[in-house]
């Protein structure tokens, strides 16, 4: 009697597979956004260092004067200086636009989990109950 019971209880796979699709699908848009971030902060830093080792060039030239040393010194800083604020604004930006694209995705991922656990739930209260019922015939005899 307990085999055929269990037996009678449906199990939904189909509900197990649109559940591992929808979390591919969030993992794969995830990855995405954050790959994009990485390549972008890349191309940041690589532009960062290719613009400070160019301003390097220019304090490692021989001076005709001991004070024009200084001046590279003082253009090098001042240099240096606009391109990190120019370098932490774009990383900014970046920053900014996954944290944008990260809850956009959690939004539209937690309402498709949730139209997704309506569902089985509303399957599962079905299917239940007619297994339940067919139980209780079958105890019944």
């Given at each position: 009697m307990m085999q055929e019971m269990m037996g009678a209880f449906p199990v939904d796979t189909k509900a197990m597979q649109d559940a591992f699709k929808t979390s591919a699908t969030l993992s794969e848009k995830m990855s995405k956004v954050a790959l994009e971030a990485a390549e972008k902060s890349s191309e940041i830093s690589s532009k960062w260092t290719k613009e400070t080792l160019a301003k390097l060039s220019a304090i490692a030239t021989v001076k005709d004067e001991p004070a024009d040393y200084g001046k590279a010194m003082t253009d090098f800083a001042s240099a240096q200086a606009e391109m990190t604020s120019e370098a932490?604004?774009?990383?900014?930006?970046?920053?900014?636009?996954?944290?944008?694209?990260?809850?956009?995705?959690?939004?539209?991922?937690?309402?498709?989990?949730?139209?997704?656990a309506t569902a089985a739930v509303k399957k599962a209260t079905t299917d239940m109950t007619a297994a339940a019922k067919k139980a209780t015939t079958v105890a019944a005899k």
């Open positions: 932490m604004a774009s990383f900014a930006e970046v920053a900014k636009k996954v944290q944008m694209e990260t809850v956009e995705l959690m939004l539209a991922a937690g309402k498709d989990i949730s139209e997704d």
